[in-house]
């Protein structure tokens, strides 16, 4: 019968459209955690933690012209670290008021 044929085709349509549909939507939503997995992964810190932040105050002419912030990895390299950071804290010498440093 040609009815049965016409029958059998909305049949096959109905189905590959609602199964379209079902995988249409199950892609789109890996789709979106799959992108929103990517963005919150860049809000993380890659790389060692700064464990101390040591300053330099600069001056150009008796005027302040900045401040320069530097982070010290502590737990990566932890002589060095400790080594710059008493470096930018300065030393004091006996007979002067200030203290020596970087």
Not at 74 to 98: H, I, S, W, Y
């Amino acid at each position: 019968d040609d009815n049965g044929k016409v029958e059998l085709r909305n049949v096959k349509r109905k189905f590959f459209s609602r199964t379209g549909l079902y995988i249409m939507l199950v892609a789109g939503a890996v789709l979106v955690l799959l992108l929103q997995t990517s963005v919150f992964a860049e809000d993380k810190p890659k790389g060692p933690k700064v464990t101390d932040v040591v300053f330099f105050d600069i001056e150009i002419g008796g005027e302040a012209a900045g401040r320069i912030e530097i982070g010290l990895f502590g737990k990566t390299v932890p002589k060095t670290a400790e080594n710059f950071k008493q470096l930018a804290l300065g030393f004091k010498r006996e007979g002067k008021d200030e203290a020596e440093g970087y």
